[in-house]
Structures are given as structure tokens and as C-alpha cells.
């Protein structure tokens, strides 16, 4: 097994090479309390810091999805302090201002990219930033709609913007306020209110297990023709 | 990229895509299912698994690793807690904060209770959960040519026709009652541009119904879940587990919670007690690498079950037929079923289908299973890992060249981080430990029952419960589930404690099972709720000393 060099907060360790940074801190014999959660890159709670050894930068990715390179100094977030705005999604004006009134700081972005650049899901950062500012819902909550809530960009920002959380505020209202309603959706609980499903579901909550079995074998399964756009 | 002797294998899956294009391999008969299941399915060998000595539920069997944890020492004692030193007094104590938790603390706020009257105690941070990881999909029957009926009968057809029905007939009617409210909320379903749900086929559907935003959909709809708790300001603490429920001789009345980072514990009062705990993925079922995330230690069901509650359908354990096979960083992560949806078919080493792509989760496992060691036509890994293609590629075939990146974004980023493009590659898949198909018991407004009904103050939703799938879930039913009876646990919860009396706090349950595990005569040395699995390596842990 060929074995490479990690400094984890400093210390030195010597971990098998392919191994991510998570599981080469388990290796080493670390026992995550914080910094492991979904272990899968869904859910933002690894973020790390690295450097590499000869090398000034400071990368920012998730240990669960990143291999250790020979020679990283590694260090994990354990939390994010960033500030986060209380609202009531019902009661909120959602006009071009509200993201710029709930997230004033947001007017302090220099466009500087550093918040893209700590991005690990690669996105666009900065541009959502700027689309929050003019108050473009649509486009920010589609630039962000991978974002998993980490909170690098956050700690990086020199304007201190909290990104993720503005950028939660505009996907709520697109979703909300701006995505077309589903009318289909609106209907069919108007139907199972009124009862319309009960007598059908009745009938199959009686039948016998040979019955409801020769429903299930029989039933016809809908084509599968492509239809999305 | 692959190395050379799978590339060798690729080749033969690029040869036979044309072809496969136009075909698809026939749906498996009742029959076929079951020869399928009975020789290949991990839940059908007879060695893992054993009954239960103790409890309510002795002599169901269940995996040997639930029967370890079940048959093991409670980790605190009467003695070791003052009960009479109450650190939280609340109407709610909710225990979980994943999907479940997190629902039915806005019913429980929406039915009446105060913000500052509701806790939720969790073990890692609120939202890390299998909930956020979920991608595919919800099922929910809204489009006109599906019913409520029909999704009942996939569901319960889905699960071996063993479900508990008045379950599966919450589960179906509330479903288009929860999107809405999701809607209304702000989440992002992917839609047409007339507002129309964009809806496709999960294993074992008969009706396209399931929901998604993008391949991101858990995330998306917690996330906004979350984020509606944290404005309403219902507490949360994190990094406290509960290790034991509280009972006041009649009933259950809160928790003992665990400071994982002080190690100190806290007493949380509480008239209602809701378990969201979820599963057990991380207890590795037969050494399965799991999907699950890293708190999935099955901790709500163990202290449930000192407490007295039923379990159903623990047998049954859930194998995702597509967990990652290759590279060896990501194994076991989920696959979305999604991308089957979308028209990827499972393909052998020589580039040849062998199953229809849309089995109920089960039956797909099991045939996967058979083609790599059964028939020996699975693809070997440099680690010896087996695994067979899925033809990833075809998807932009068949919805145009960009859908993987916008569908199935979490996918690509996945692979693109190893330097494979599954828009141009296929991808390699094994089964991995999903899902706890069974749990605890509850009835359709998840109060959890006991030997003699309802055990008063305590109710369940999401994974820790039973009784939904049956032996088998079908995708897109768990999203569904802990919406449905998270919120269902959260009115019922709110309602009771409108009404409750809380009486003196006593541990004495958890005596009781210690002498039930002395009778049974278990002696052992384990010791659970487990809280989190162990991962630390063996050499490291050779030398550790246990000195402060």
C-alpha cells in the first residue's frame, strides 16, 4: 500500500494514497464528531480548508469528495457563524429591493470572485450575488440551485456576504412568488378533500391478498414516451 | 476514464447502445420475481439473521446486526442521572433533526405550540440527514390519468402486499396535499412552463408521478423546511442525541439528551415525544457499504424498544440496486433511481441488457446480484469490486445533449470529480444498504404502539417507523413518508400535549430491560444506543489508551 503524507491541523500522518480527506482523518485516527454528515456531498458539513505543500493558496472543498494529494494541510470548519435574516415568506413584498432590504450587506460586493472560487460545487457565485442585487430571482436561484449550504463562500468573502442564505431567500421566492403554480396539483387535493379516491381505495383496503395481487399483476403501466422538455 | 480492462468492456457497451436503444428486456412475472429474490437477495440468506430474545417483539427475526443492538446493555443507568434537575421543559420534544424532525416541528408550531415549547434535539446538525440526500424524487398522484388508488396499489403490490393499509392509504391521500404545501413554501419542483409538474417513473411505479428538482430534490425540499423552522425560531440543539426516553409510569415524558462534545447529559421534559430518528444504514447490514448518512445508527429504535414499542417488518432490508462501484472513494454512495428514469439501462461486461431498468428496488437488486456472481458477467474493479454498467449515455440520446448536467447535476459532479464524464461514459453500479423498510410501529396518526395500543406520549415518523412499505419501498415513498407522518406526528404530538400531565420522570423502564436482558440470559459486553459508527483506523485504535 503505498502511503503518502498529511499534516491534519499540523500534526503530521502518513495515510494510504486514493483515500479521501475524511477518510484518511479516520484512518489516522480521528473521531468526527462535527465535520461528517451525509458523507456524500449533499449536505455541506465537511467543509475544508487545504493547502498544498510549495504552495501559498488556500483551497476550499469537501473532505467526503476530495483525495488526498501527498503533502496537504488539512483543517475542517466546524461551524459557520454567518448571519442569517429571519422573514416570513407570506408576509414578505417580494419586489426587486427585498433581497438588497433583508441582506444589506450584499451592496458591499467588489466582484472580486473570491466567493466562486471557494465554491466546491463550482458555481457561479459571485454572478448570483450580483443577480440578488438587482433583485433577479430567477437567475439567482438558478445560479444557486446546487448550492449546498457549506458556507465557504461566506468565510472567504472580504464584503462578508452570506451567500447561501441569500441565496435561500431568492429560491423560496421564485418557488413561491414567481414559478407558475401547478393547477393539476391545486385540483386533485380539491378531490381527495371532497372524498372522490375514498370508495376506490375502500374497495382495494378490502380485498382479499390473492385479489389485490391479481390487481397489482394486471394493472397497466403508463408508455414510457419521453416527454420532458 | 477507466483503467484499460474496463475500458475494454466499455467498448462492448458503446457496440450494443443502438441496438438497445429499441429494446427493452420484458418486466419479470410473480414468478420470476420470487426465484429472482429467494436465490439472490442479501434478505434471503438465513445465516444473517436471528430472533429476538427480549422484549416486545421476541422471536421476530431481524438482522443479526439489529438483534446485537437490541440485545445489548442500555448505556446509562438510573443511577446516573438526576431526574429531578430539569434542563428543558417543553410541550414537544422532537428527537431527530433530519426530514421527519424537521416537519413535524412546523405542525406541531402550526397546531398551536409556541416556537419556545417545541425542541428538536439532534445528533449531527440539523438537516444532516438521509432526508437531504435523497435525490430522485416524491410520488404523489396529481396528473389526471392517476389516482390516489393507483399509488396505493403500487405501493402495497411494491412492499409484497405486506404493508399496514391504513398506512399506505395516509401515505397516498395526503401526497398531493404535501407538494402543495411544499409549493406554497417555495420549493423548487422542476416544472413545464405552464406551471405543470414535470413527472417520471420511479421501479415500480405504474403511473409517471414522481416529483423532482433535478437530482437535488431531499436538499431542496429540507433546505426550505429548515429554513422555515429557523424563522419561526423553534430551538434546536445539536451534537445531543437522545440516549434514553423518559416515562413518568404511565407514559412517555421526554428524554435524557447527550452532549456529545461537552459529554454531559441534559433532562428534556416534555408532554409529547416525537422519534425522528431515522435508520440504520451505518450498522452495515451483512458489511454492505450504505448510502446512508454518518448518524444512521437505528439509536430511536433501540430506546424505543426499552420503552415498550412494537416492532414490524425488521426482516426486510432495502439494498439500492445502484450504489457507486467504482472509484473505490465514492463506493456505496447513491445512484439516483432517476437516472434509470431518465432511460440509462443496466448492461453486463459484454455490453448485454439483463433486466427491466425499472424493478421494484428488490427485484433490480437481486438480478444485478445474479449478473455479476451468478452468471459472472459483472465488471471487475482494480479493488476486485464487481459491478455492471449503467449506460448513462443514452440519457442524452434519448432527451437531447445537456440533461445530465441539468437533471442529474449532483451525478456528474460526482464522476466529473474523477475524471469520468458520464454524459459520454457509462457508469459502474452495485447494490448498497439503502433503507430500514421496517421500524417501529406506529397507526396512520403515528402514535406509537405498544403491547397493549398506543404508548401514550410518544410518536413516530420517517425511517425509525414500519408499517408503510411493507418489505419494500419503493423510490420517492420515504420523501413522501416523512412529510406525511412527520406531520401527522406533529399535530398528534401538539394535540396530546395540549391535554397532558406529566408526572415524576423515571428511568425505571430501562431497568426493567436490563433485568429482561438478565432472564433472557444475554451477557454481553455491547452496549447501544451506538450514536455513531466506528471508522477509526485499526492501527490507530490499537494504541489508544483510555486514560481521561
Known amino acids: 500500500m503505498k502511503m503518502v503524507r498529511v499534516y491534519i491541523m499540523g500534526k503530521e500522518y502518513k495515510v494510504p494514497e486514493g483515500l479521501t480527506i475524511m477518510k484518511a482523518m479516520e484512518y489516522a485516527g480521528y473521531r468526527y464528531i462535527r465535520g461528517s454528515g451525509c458523507r456524500a456531498g449533499f449536505c455541506g458539513a465537511c467543509a475544508t480548508v487545504y493547502r498544498k505543500e510549495g504552495d501559498y493558496k488556500l483551497y476550499a472543498d469537501l473532505a467526503c469528495q476530495t483525495t488526498v494529494e501527498d503533502g496537504m494541510y488539512l483543517a475542517q470548519l466546524p461551524f459557520v457563524p454567518a448571519n442569517k435574516a429571519t422573514y416570513s415568506l407570506k408576509k414578505l413584498n417580494a419586489d426587486d429591493k427585498v433581497l438588497v432590504e433583508h441582506y444589506p450587506e450584499l451592496a458591499r460586493c467588489v466582484s472580486c470572485n473570491t466567493c466562486t472560487k471557494a465554491c466546491p460545487q463550482e458555481l457561479e457565485v459571485m454572478d448570483y450575488v450580483q443577480a440578488s442585487l438587482r433583485g433577479d430571482f430567477e437567475k439567482a436561484a438558478h445560479l444557486s440551485f446546487d448550492c449546498i449550504q457549506c458556507g465557504l463562500c461566506a468565510i472567504r468573502c472580504p464584503a462578508e456576504i452570506p451567500q447561501y442564505h441569500v441565496a435561500q431567500l431568492a429560491r423560496r421566492i421564485y418557488g413561491r412568488y414567481v414559478a407558475p403554480k401547478a393547477l393539476h396539483l391545486e385540483k386533485r387535493v380539491e378531490e381527495i378533500k371532497q372524498g372522490k379516491f375514498d370508495k376506490e381505495i375502500e374497495r382495494l383496503k378490502k380485498m382479499s391478498k390473492e385479489e389485490i395481487k391479481k390487481a397489482y399483476y394486471a394493472r397497466d403501466i403508463e408508455e414510457e414516451a419521453p416527454e420532458e422538455d | ?276 430518528t431515522g435508520g440504520f444504514g451505518r450498522l452495515h447490514i451483512q458489511n454492505f457499504p450504505t448510502t446512508n448518512h454518518y448518524g444512521a445508527t437505528a439509536d430511536g429504535l433501540v430506546m424505543a424498544y426499552h420503552a415498550g414499542a412494537k416492532l414490524r417488518d425488521m426482516d426486510s432490508v432495502q ?170 406526528a406533529g399535530i398528534s404530538a401538539a394535540r396530546h400535549a395540549k391535554k397532558a400531565k406529566i408526572g415524576k420522570l423515571s428511568l425505571k423502564h430501562v431497568e426493567d430491560y436490563k433485568k429482561m436482558l438478565k432472564d433472557a440470559g444475554i451477557k454481553t459486553e455491547r452496549k447501544s444506543p451506538l450514536l455513531l459508527p466506528e471508522y477509526r483506523g485499526k492501527e490507530a485504535l490499537s494504541r489508544a489508551l483510555d486514560i481521561f
Open chain 2, 1 to 276: 476514464m477507466y483503467p484499460k480492462e474496463m475500458e475494454k468492456s466499455v467498448r462492448k457497451v458503446e457496440e450494443s447502445r443502438e441496438e438497445r436503444l429499441h429494446k427493452l428486456p420484458e418486466p419479470m412475472s410473480a414468478e420470476e420475481r420470487e426465484e429472482v429474490l429467494k436465490k439472490y437477495h442479501p434478505d434471503y440468506k438465513k445465516e444473517v439473521k436471528r430472533k429476538l430474545k427480549v422484549g416486545v417483539s421476541a422471536g421476530m427475526v431481524v438482522p443479526n446486526e439489529v438483534a446485537d443492538i437490541i440485545e445489548s446493555n442500555p448505556i446509562i443507568s438510573e443511577k446516573d442521572v438526576d431526574l429531578s434537575n430539569i434542563d428543558y421543559d417543553v410541550d414537544v420534544l422532537i428527537i431527530g433533526g433530519g426530514g421527519a424532525g424537521t416537519v413535524a416541528a412546523l405542525w406541531a408550531y402550526y397546531e398551536g405550540i409556541k416556537p419556545e415549547n417545541i425542541l428538536i434535539a439532534t445528533k449531527l446538525r440539523h438537516g444532516d440527514s438521509n432526508s437531504i440526500m435523497a435525490q430522485g424524487g416524491i410520488q404523489a398522484a396529481d396528473k389526471e390519468n392517476d389516482s390516489p388508488a393507483i399509488h396505493f396499489l403500487d405501493a402495497y403490490g411494491g412492499g409484497h402486499f405486506a404493508n399496514k393499509k391504513e398506512l399506505v392509504e395516509a401515505l397516498v391521500k395526503d401526497a398531493p396535499f404535501i407538494i402543495k404545501w411544499h409549493e406554497e413554501l417555495g420549493v423548487m419542483y422542476d416544472k413545464k412552463e405552464d406551471g405543470e409538474m414535470i413527472t417520471i417513473h420511479g421501479g415500480g411505479t405504474s403511473r409517471k408521478r414522481m416529483h423532482s428538482a433535478k437530482d437535488y430534490t431531499g436538499m431542496e425540499i429540507l433546505r426550505v423546511l429548515r429554513d422555515e423552522v429557523r424563522n419561526i425560531g423553534i430551538p434546536v440543539i445539536e451534537f445531543s442525541p437522545a440516549i434514553e426516553l423518559l416515562m413518568d409510569g404511565k407514559q412517555v415524558a421526554g428524554a435524557v439528551l447527550f452532549n456529545m462534545e461537552t459529554e454531559q447529559y441534559y433532562v428534556a421534559r416534555a408532554k409529547a415525544t416525537i422519534l425522528a
Open chain 2, 319 to 488: 439494498y439500492h440496486p445502484t450504489g457507486a462501484a467504482y472509484p473505490e472513494q465514492v463506493v456505496g454512495q447513491l445512484i439516483t433511481e432517476k437516472v434509470r428514469g431518465l432511460g440509462a439501462q443496466p448492461v453486463n461486461v459484454d455490453g448485454e441488457q439483463f433486466v427491466y431498468p425499472l424493478e421494484p428496488r428488490d427485484v433490480e437488486a437481486s438480478a444485478i446480484i445474479r449478473e455479476c456472481y451468478g452468471r459472472n458477467k459483472g465488471v471487475v474493479t482494480p479493488t476486485g469490486m464487481r459491478g455492471v454498467w449503467l449506460d448513462s449515455p443514452m440519457i442524452e440520446i434519448i432527451h437531447g445533449e445537456g440533461t445530465i448536467e441539468k437533471n442529474l447535476a449532483a451525478m456528474f459532479r460526482l464522476f466529473k470529480r474523477f475524471n469520468i464524464d458520464m454524459r459520454k461514459e457509462p457508469i459502474l453500479v452495485f447494490p448498497t444498504l439503502h433503507y430500514q423498510n421496517g421500524g417501529i410501529e406506529i397507526n396512520e396518526n403515528a402514535c406509537v404502539l405498544g403491547k397493549n395500543g398506543i404508548i401514550k406520549g410518544l410518536f413516530a415518523g420517517g425511517e425509525v417507523e414500519g408499517g408503510v412499505h411493507g418489505k419494500n419501498r419503493l423510490m420517492g415513498n420515504s420523501l413522501l413518508d416523512y412529510n406525511v407522518f412527520g406531520r401527522r
